[in-house]
């Protein structure tokens, strides 16, 4: 166990250009994916069809329970791996691992037995032809709720010992998975309704392939022990190192939905304005969250093992050092990405997007959106290093009281501003409510730093005490 944690504070040490690296190839496989799709149904009823059965465990398991549960676990990992508590660290993995099983099977069963009702509010307006292929669909790529939450749970506990390349080319491989299916379509050329069947066996392929992949890299590292028979036995003896992650869990699941759910009044907002609204404001969303995707999410996943591990020492003064550094390089790589994209919006909007169908009322709705979107770049980053200080010290009321707050602040410029302003209003709405999210976790932020300064006291951490595994 030692020797383990040795090996992640050798590997917290590295820069996070290799993650960045990573993400920027996941995020050209995730565009290329995007073309080949467009390429092959174009906006016909099956692909309707397949986005509409994929969105729905791609959400639920993915983008909310499966990253929530991921990232919430992390700084317990750590927290407990720096205290050599290797039976509690043992225990609460498993625990996490059962509990997300039942939780994901018991979601997936009540999506299977609503899906009908689901799918009719979700798809209004489709056939029944289409209602029918959606729903084979969604059958299909359901049991990936299951994997998904397993998948992140293991990327936690590779993080926190430091192994950060193999989580982040889990993506890439699940994303390559979806890719080959759609090169495959190119090239056979099968009809739409089978393309669909097709791709749809694509991404879950790329799902088993990517769990086996952090599977076979977790049991390699010595994770075959945290399933022994004598962690087995003591799974239920205690829990509060599970309520703890459950503490962390719950609000940072809140704050996700809050973000989701500003997403859906946006593009609610969007389809009141005119045809084209929607697509243009998807398109501005893409381009300008590219750099947090690539850059931020990088420097994010190493920056949260990194103050975790210090919290676990109760050394408060790396804390605040790695917290430092972070902001530091945030606004290095965020300000000139942001500048340049709202200075340079029309033209790199006209150079990536303006061909076909994409004419010049596309261009102008597109970087008219784009404008406030570029400058909320840097408040979104700033929030997301933010975010990950309150998850190392476990105390998560601060960021979900604000992520409401600029999901309020946000929604309200949505509508007050759209029937004045147009469609510029929603991208100017999210860079005033990331902005209010951003000073106001930063400015609390300084005021607990300077707090924990004058007392001369650890944040949270880990109590000893010996486990009984």
Known sequence: MRAWYARGVAFAKQDAGMLALINL????????????????????????????????PDTLGNNLMAFAIGVACVPMFCKLLVQGETGRLRRVF?????????????????VFVLRDPVLQLLGSGMDADVFALTRSLLNLLLPTMVLFPLCMIASGALQ??????????????????????????LIVKPEQEQGAWWTAIGIAA???GMTALLARAFF?????????????????????????????FA???????????????????????????IAGLNYAFRLAQFPNWVFVAALTTVLLPAMARAVGERNP????????????????????????????????????????????ESLRTTADILAGYSLSIVPQALAAVGLRYYMAVERMRVPAVLGLLAMLVTIGCDLLGAPKFGPAALGYGAAVGAWVNALAILLLLNGDLQKQGRMGAPHESISHHHSGV
């Open 160 to 185: 926190a010992q430091g192994n950060f390349k193999v989580p982040a080319l889990g993506p890439v491989l699940f994303n390559t998975g979806f890719l080959l299916a759609l090169v495959l379509l």
């Open 25 to 56: 190839l996941l995020a050209t496989v995730a565009f290329g994916k995007d073309l080949l799709q467009a390429a092959f149904f174009g906006t016909s009823a099956a692909a309707d069809a397949l986005t509409l059965a994929f969105f729905i």
């Open 317 to 360: 003064a790396q804390v605040r050092v790695a917290l430092t550094r972070a902001i530091k390089i945030t606004l290095l790589l965020t300000v000139p990405m942001s500048l340049v994209l709202y200075l340079g919006r029309v033209p790199i909007v006209a150079l990536l997007l303006q061909h076909g169908s994409f004419d010049h």
């Open 206 to 208: 790329g799902v088993v």
């Open 94 to 110: 498993l625990q996490l691992c059962v509990y997300a099983v039942l939780l994901s099977s018991l979601s997936c069963l009540l």
């Open 251 to 277: 609000p940072f699941l809140l704050i996700l939905f809050c973000s989701q759910f500003v997403y859906m009044v946006e593009r609610h907002v969007a389809s009141l304005l005119g045809s084209g609204t």
């Open 220 to 248: 390699q590292s010595g994770g075959r022990e945290w399933f022994s028979s004598a962690v087995w036995r003591g799974l239920w003896r205690e829990q509060d190192d599970l309520l703890r992650v459950v503490r962390t």
